[in-house]
């Protein structure tokens, strides 16, 4: 069953240093996400990506986040200087556009900032 | 600061039992619900959805009912098993390819 991968699984990083968090979305999905969960909390929309271009983004994604598709495979999440409370799990996530809503995730990345 | 994690609700059934879980959404123009299942440390993994035109919807072992006038969503599994047991978020989204907007969650642990 195709699948989102998504790398690294856990990622620990000093406050203030750059984070590319990359994913393979599944194979002819158009549409990509990245949503966020810190630990013990419900899961938070961070954007939306569109042929090319945002769609949508939260209030979360501020200046310090961006989102690249660098070739036909992978969806990458930037941080530009990471902060302690950007400490979470990074969920990418596809859909595709023929067969209805359903948003399919990867297994996360764990995001540490100390 | 130290951050303080949301208190969720927890349901417990024997094994075997039928759950009910609920959900309350907060957007009455939202026109499409679905289920997530999530297991510790893991991503969310698709149950079951509903779009607003309908009000019940069967896969296996789980239905999923819609309360458009109550704005209440509830997912039932059916003779529940030990590998049940995670955290269930229910999504509300609008439109065509428009983010997903989560639930606190359910914790559901199913009992031997």
């Known amino acids: 069953e195709p699948e989102v991968t998504q790398t690294p699984s856990h990622q620990v990083t000093q406050m203030g240093q750059e984070v590319i968090l990359r994913c393979v979305p599944i194979s002819n999905h158009l549409y990509f996400y990245w949503y966020r969960q810190i630990l013990g909390q419900k899961v938070e929309f961070l954007v939306s990506?569109?042929?090319?271009?945002?769609?949508?983004k939260s209030e979360i994604f501020d200046d310090q986040f961006s989102v690249e598709r660098p070739d036909g495979s992978n969806f990458t999440l930037k941080i530009r200087s990471t902060k302690l409370e950007d400490s979470a799990m990074y969920f990418c996530?596809?859909?595709?556009?023929?067969?209805?809503?359903?948003?399919?995730f990867g297994e996360g990345s764990w995001l540490t900032v100390v | 600061g130290e951050s303080v994690g949301l208190h969720l609700p927890t349901l417990s059934v024997q094994e075997g039992d039928n759950s009910i879980i609920n959900c309350a959404y907060s957007?009455?123009?939202?026109?499409?619900f679905i289920w997530y299942k999530q297991e510790s440390g893991k991503g969310p993994q698709f149950i079951i959805d509903i779009r607003s035109n309908m009000d019940k919807r069967q896969g296996q072992r789980v239905t999923v009912l819609l309360n458009k006038t109550v704005k209440h969503l509830s997912l039932q599994i059916a003779a529940t098993q030990p590998g049940d047991s995670a955290v269930y978020f229910c999504a509300e989204g609008q439109g065509y390819g428009n983010k997903l907007v989560f639930g606190a969650g359910t914790i559901l642990r199913v009992k031997s």
């Open positions: 957007n009455s123009a939202s026109d499409y």
């Open positions: 990506f569109y042929n090319n271009e945002i769609s949508e």
């Open positions: 996530a596809s859909r595709d556009t023929y067969s209805g809503n359903t948003i399919y």
